[in-house]
């Protein structure tokens, strides 16, 4: 008999229909003989919704009043969804992330769990229940006040307690089959993975895959808790994240897939005095109004001229902010201007076979000129090249990279409508 | 500095505009220089909404998950609310029942107040901030589990923490101006009353004026808490419940009020054996259903028989259950038949200063009899007299005794719109 977290987002529970279908899938789960904890997300727009009305009242809440709001929503789907398993004879009990000892920092809207004391869900699979939690919340271990886990957060809470509770796997429950090769909506034939490391799906979903939260998978990576991501909807068998670069064979695929971002913008800082210490300063600034930056590129600089332009990539919801502070230490550093492109999209390669094969990156960009994409910046990892084209370029990069490294399959991919939160 | 403790019901926070305007009120009582702790139900419709959404995944929802659903509905008016008082520039925290430490019996959707452990609202007190906490709603002492108080429980609340916290009085807001000496729908020239006993106000409740609960007034008159009831939407002075019938003066009002009561059905139990212990078993049976019956009425036996008619008055909500018990002792008493009566009307007439005045039953009746009313049932307290007649009759009664104890004042009552929980 083994121990199954599985958890179901936001379409999986959109209305009373749908909650009955994952409360039979989580029975037949039951029926083979496991114990099931379940953990899940607000109903459809239900976050939405609320946060609708808490604009209504305030145009800027309080981080602790919203979060006690926002939990409402889990609280709604988890009590619905454990009357739907008792309607099919099953004792199911859910719990609220307080409940349920998801012990977390006070950040409100992003806390981070520091503890789990998973005491009353064990009391509860003791005595035969289905046990259902509230995904995405949890108290803080100083204020005792509600705190959310930010975007992400279920896939958090579910890894998090599966580890916490020794469980055998964790299910992620999703409107797609799986991890892919790319984007079926934009590769008709991108090819599902049956099975990936952490640090190639660290590095997917760090370069845009949805399908899974970059925090979730570090978490399971810590704790070294296998991750199974499938559909909702049809019985696929879906993809498996376990396992680390370090132990795999040697004659594994070279290349995983390839990721795409279109939810980042380019700033570029015109005519930087070229001199120690002006990128720092500007960074430093970056940093302290929380702007959360990805690539950079420093040009060389133009001759004559002592001074440069810099380049740095971060996502599109944090441009007004960067440009606001950065517009404060122009007159201090002396740089000329500032340009904000977010017309720029980010395609990845992602393999960790590349280590050992420097002919990659070659290939890669080999593919990209052929296709006539232009490229504006670079960067790479151990397992990843990047590059930032025009958004325009984008779905055309995609599909020539994934053909050139032969990733497709025979089959065409099933998408399903809908997304996940 | 006083502590006041206010209650809002869910038409006073329907929506994000009303929500607004309480904060207001909330925060005038603040600057007045008083701590104030406010209860808050759900938003208007919110638990109906709930409820018909348990009803779409299970037709007989578990009433632990059913009470984790629903008081979802406070936690979003409390976080709203709390909100909407920050944006005036004051510090509000919300609580959930659990928080604020309302511990219950653990019978769900019906829980009974055992304690109030305060402690975390005193802290908020004293930090200055408003504490907003969740009505209708507490744990249970023994499980853990999160409870509701059943109907009327947001106001049970509120007295519940004015008594544990020492406050100085507990404001009941409403959707009518306070207590009247009859419904001011039926009769126009009903007068407000501005002070009434906790005695006065046990007998009008649960003779179907519906202003407050008899749960909440019962609690208050045990810790000699005084309620405030008042509208959320003037500045009426509204009417005090307060003090004890033995305290009153000797030239106190006669008479305080008349209330009626549509919500209740008759049953007549026909050919009852006429021998001791069949009424006995009768009402066992009832009491075995958890069936609350009013006011009981036996007929002298016809004679010869040996066989008499049992006729009793009880919520029509409890009509079915009633009438399916009986049915199935039917056989063991031995009487004849079941009668099921639901166009019914009770009115009462209630006042402490009855106690002292033999004469006014006699004109109570006469007033009946010339307005033309049947009786068909007729029960007394110390402080009360109740008739039972055929509803069609009962506005026609109301006014009539109304009228004839000269309760009317000069002006007519204002009615507001909207109903209260």
Redesign the interface.
């Known amino acids: 008999m083994a121990l199954v977290v599985q958890k179901y987002g936001g379409s999986s529970v959109a209305n009373?229909e749908r909650?009955?279908r994952v409360?039979e899938r989580i029975v037949d789960t039951r029926k083979a003989g496991d114990d099931v904890v379940v953990v899940v997300s607000a109903m459809g727009d239900t976050t939405d919704e609320?946060l609708d009305?808490?604009n209504?009242?305030?145009?800027?809440?309080?981080g602790?009043?919203?979060d006690?709001?926002l939990?409402?929503?889990e609280?709604?789907s988890?009590?619905?969804?454990?009357?739907?398993i008792?309607?099919l004879g099953y004792e199911?009990?859910?719990y609220t992330g307080s409940?349920a000892g998801v012990l977390t920092t006070s950040t409100h809207g992003r806390a981070r769990i520091i503890d789990v004391t998973p005491g009353?869900l064990r009391g509860a699979l003791d005595e035969g229940a289905i046990a259902i939690v509230a995904g995405f919340q949890g108290v803080s271990q100083d204020t005792?006040d509600i705190t959310t886990l930010g975007r992400g957060g279920s896939d958090t809470t579910a890894v998090a307690l599966a580890a916490a509770l020794g469980a055998d796997v964790c299910e992620i429950y999703t409107d797609v089959d799986g991890v892919f090769t790319a984007d079926p909506r934009i590769v008709p034939d991108a090819r599902q993975i049956t099975r990936i490391t952490y640090e190639e799906m660290l590095e997917l979903a760090a370069c845009g895959a949805k399908v899974l939260m970059l925090r979730c998978v570090e978490y399971a990576r810590r704790f070294g808790m296998p991750i199974h991501v499938r559909s909702s909807y049809s019985t696929n068998p879906g993809t498996i994240v376990a396992g680390s670069m370090e132990d795999l064979p040697v004659e594994q695929a070279l290349i995983t897939g390839v990721a795409h971002d279109r939810s980042e913008a380019k700033i570029t800082i015109v005519g930087v005095p070229d001199e120690p210490g002006a990128a720092a300063r500007i960074f430093e600034t970056a940093a302290g109004a929380e702007i959360n930056i990805d690539m950079i590129v420093q040009n060389v600089s133009t001759e004559g001229t002592g001074r440069t332009d810099i380049s740095f990539t971060l996502p599109k919801t944090d441009g007004p902010t960067a440009m606001a502070a950065l517009s404060r230490i122009q007159e201090r550093i002396e740089f000329k201007g500032l340009l904000y492109d977010d017309h720029v999209g980010k395609l990845s390669l992602i393999g960790a076979g590349m280590r050992s094969h420097p002919g990659v990156a070659a290939s890669f960009f080999q593919a990209l000129a052929e296709a006539g994409v232009n490229i504006e910046m670079i960067s790479t990892s151990e397992i990843r090249v990047s590059v930032v084209c025009r958004d325009t370029d984008l779905d055309v990069a995609v599909r020539a990279v994934h053909a050139a490294f032969d990733l497709g399959g025979a089959e065409e991919a099933v998408v399903y409508a809908g997304t996940g939160r």
Chains 1, 2 share one sequence.
């Open positions: 009373a909650i009955k409360a609320l009305l808490a209504q009242v305030s145009p800027l809440p309080p602790r009043e919203l006690m709001l939990t409402a929503g609280r709604i988890m009590a619905l969804l454990a009357m739907a008792h309607n199911a009990r859910s409940q009353r005792k």
